[in-house]
């Protein structure tokens, strides 16, 4: 009776989610949107978002050699059980640490056996015990199927995008495969077991390209060999098998890696629910409306680089916030670069945390804030401004780009590896004081506000908020800060909405370029709103707003058309903004 090994992993997973929905309520022709954000943990390395199924695919080659295990290894010279291995496959990563191949092997298994066989290559010989022996040569195809397990990644997590983490990964694989002899005459198939530890040598952050050495095993049944029963009537070994060693190559297909997870919306809806109790006189019921301007490219979001026990906080940069959020550690090797004009992206760069606008020092000849003024928060990375700033801040700034030249505050993955350091992209030339109040007018010119709307500017608002000191009272108005204090003293607020815009520019020019672009200033616009209201949600001044009078405007296409190609004109600014309006009684 045949014996038969057979292996088979099965994986499978589950995925499940929860809706939750209210009643909604129609203010000024728009819906009330998503106003609370339950974030799931992005920082958890265990954790990702799947790819569609096109993504995360590769292709594999290798070369090697096995030994082949049977009935009568010890017969002959161990060189004799020696042949060369070819593999070629195709397969697919579904999560960093699970995945699957299909492999197709072309070699020959030779031996030696005392019994005639299908495999006989040559004539009965002896050796030095007097045994006579053939050797034999037991020519095959395989194809098998692999499930994969990144023990790297199971262990200790994804390392994330663009990542020079695990730069070594060990990978388990254990699969069926089908075997065909050919050269005989005989039809003979069977099935194979494959077991392999291989080891990847990744060479750069992309992990396009792994160098790959493995140690396999294959299991075949007792008489893959063609001997069932020896010639002293023992039975033949309970299977027979290839152990080999192998060099190869696996190159992975875009999308090759995975995102974290993003923060996912549970919808609430703004209904006014609040009551004033009646007075002598009639309430005073006002709006107020403020607008908070953005750079190009920069999400909004609190994700700025991190320093340890320092806040990291987006509206404080665009309050406060200098040309750069990075600098070079090594100031002497920068001066010496600088002097041969060699290159400095090689250096290695360190964060600066976030100030508020009241703490934040005056350095005289560097702008602070951005539209705070009529100097722009811009500078080249040519050696006379650098120099300049480092004279100035006693360190020399590094421009705002992770690993390959990229931009830190990309919000998509379709150019996760763009290069986006050039002026046209984030050197301004004009400032038009649109977060001041000397910008006010502009705003006025360009925005459509009803009469009786109060218009304050986001300086008026951040020192009414965070106070007064240092260099952001001179950018906002003394009269408009003490109304807004008094509001803030006297009356209440009823409700706080915010919506948010983005411009119809876009520098993305690959597959499904337009729906690329609208996807990105969508997010945009959403992230924006999101940062300037959970930054007044966070605040002693809206503490006793409840959570339901704060809301998000949920627009269909919260884009603004804008045909000048410069990121820094006057219309493309005015249109990268969150709008805020705030509904009082006093």
């Known amino acids: 009776m045949k014996k038969s090994v057979f292996w088979m992993w099965i994986l499978s997973a589950l995925c499940a989610g929860s809706a939750y929905a209210q009643e909604t309520t129609v203010v000024s022709d728009t819906i009330i949107g998503e106003t609370e954000i339950l974030p799931q943990p992005t920082d958890d390395k265990y954790r990702v978002v799947t790819n569609r199924f096109w993504d995360n695919w590769f292709v594999l080659g290798d070369i090697g050699g096995h030994a082949f295990v049977g009935d009568y290894g010890s017969t002959g010279k161990f060189k004799g059980l020696l042949?060369?291995?070819?593999?070629?496959?195709?397969?697919?990563?579904?999560?960093?640490?699970?995945?699957?191949?299909?492999?197709?092997?072309?070699?020959?298994?030779?031996?030696?056996?005392?019994?005639?066989?299908?495999?006989?290559?040559?004539?009965?010989?002896?050796?030095?015990?007097?045994?006579?022996?053939?050797?034999?040569?037991?020519?095959?195809?395989?194809?098998?199927?692999?499930?994969?397990?990144?023990?790297?990644?199971?262990?200790?997590?994804?390392?994330?995008?663009?990542?020079?983490k695990l730069m070594n990964q060990f990978i388990a694989s254990v699969g069926l495969g089908a075997v065909h002899h050919r050269g005989i005459e005989a039809k003979r198939n069977e099935w194979s077991g494959h077991f392999e530890i291989q080891y990847s040598r990744f060479f750069n952050a992309a992990k396009r390209v792994s160098l790959d050495v493995k140690a396999r095993a294959v299991a075949y049944q007792t008489n893959f060999d063609g001997v069932d029963f020896k010639s002293n009537g023992e039975r033949s070994t309970w299977f027979d098998s290839n152990i080999g060693l192998s060099v190869g190559v696996t190159y992975y297909f875009k999308d090759r890696h995975w995102d974290r997870c993003q923060p996912c919306g549970q919808p609430t809806y703004y209904i006014n629910n609040t009551y004033i109790t009646p007075a002598e006189e009639c309430p005073e019921y006002g709006t107020m409306v403020f607008y908070v301007f953005f750079p190009n490219n920069y999400s909004g979001r609190d994700d700025a680089p991190v320093v340890a026990d320092a806040p990291v906080n987006a509206i404080d940069y665009l309050a406060s916030g200098i040309f750069t959020q990075k600098k070079f550690d090594d100031t002497d090797a920068v001066a010496s670069r600088l002097e041969t004009g060699s290159k400095l992206s090689s250096l290695s760069t360190s964060d600066i945390p976030t100030e508020e606008a009241g703490e934040a020092a005056v350095i005289e000849g560097v702008a602070r804030g951005y539209e705070m003024s009529d100097a722009p928060i811009s500078l080249s990375m040519d050696e006379n401004s650098m120099e300049s700033f480092k004279d100035k801040t006693g360190?020399?700034?590094?421009?705002?780009?992770?690993?390959?030249?990229?931009?830190?505050?990309?919000?998509?993955?379709?150019?996760?590896?763009?290069?986006?350091?050039?002026?046209?992209?984030?050197?301004?030339?004009?400032?038009?004081?649109?977060?001041?109040?000397?910008?006010?007018?502009?705003?006025?010119?360009?925005?459509?506000?009803?009469?009786?709307?109060?218009?304050?500017?986001?300086?008026?608002?951040?020192?009414?908020?965070?106070?007064?000191?240092?260099?952001?009272?001179?950018?906002?108005?003394?009269?408009?800060?003490?109304?807004?204090?008094?509001?803030?003293?006297?009356?209440?607020?009823?409700?706080?909405?915010?919506?948010?815009?983005?411009?119809?520019?876009?520098?993305?020019?690959?597959?499904d370029a337009d729906k690329v672009g609208l996807e990105r200033n969508k997010k945009l616009a959403y992230n924006r709103a999101y940062t300037v209201t959970k930054w007044l949600k966070g605040n002693d001044k809206f503490q006793f707003v409840a959570d339901d009078d704060f809301a998000l405007n949920s627009l269909s296409d919260p884009i603004a058309t804008v045909d000048d190609k410069s990121t820094q004109g006057l219309a493309a600014k005015l249109n990268r903004c969150v709008k805020v309006k705030i509904r009082y009684v006093k």
């Open 395 to 511: 360190y020399y700034y590094a421009p705002m780009y992770n690993k390959r030249n990229t931009w830190y505050y990309r919000v998509d993955k379709e150019t996760i590896s763009q290069k986006l350091l050039s002026d046209d992209n984030y050197m301004e030339k004009n400032s038009y004081s649109l977060n001041a109040h000397d910008g006010l007018d502009i705003v006025k010119k360009n925005m459509n506000l009803p009469d009786d709307t109060e218009l304050y500017s986001f300086a008026d608002i951040y020192t009414a908020i965070e106070g007064a000191n240092g260099f952001i009272a001179e950018a906002a108005d003394t009269a408009a800060v003490a109304r807004i204090k008094e509001i803030f003293a006297k009356g209440r607020i009823l409700s706080v909405v915010a919506e948010g815009l983005a411009t119809s520019q876009d520098n993305y020019y690959g597959k």
């Open 83 to 164: 042949s060369p291995d070819f593999n070629v496959g195709v397969g697919k990563w579904f999560t960093p640490g699970i995945g699957m191949k299909v492999q197709f092997g072309m070699s020959n298994s030779r031996g030696y056996t005392q019994e005639p066989t299908h495999f006989l290559d040559g004539e009965q010989i002896t050796n030095g015990d007097g045994e006579a022996y053939w050797e034999t040569k037991n020519k095959w195809w395989d194809l098998n199927v692999n499930a994969m397990f990144n023990l790297s990644r199971l262990f200790c997590g994804y390392e994330g995008r663009e990542s020079d």
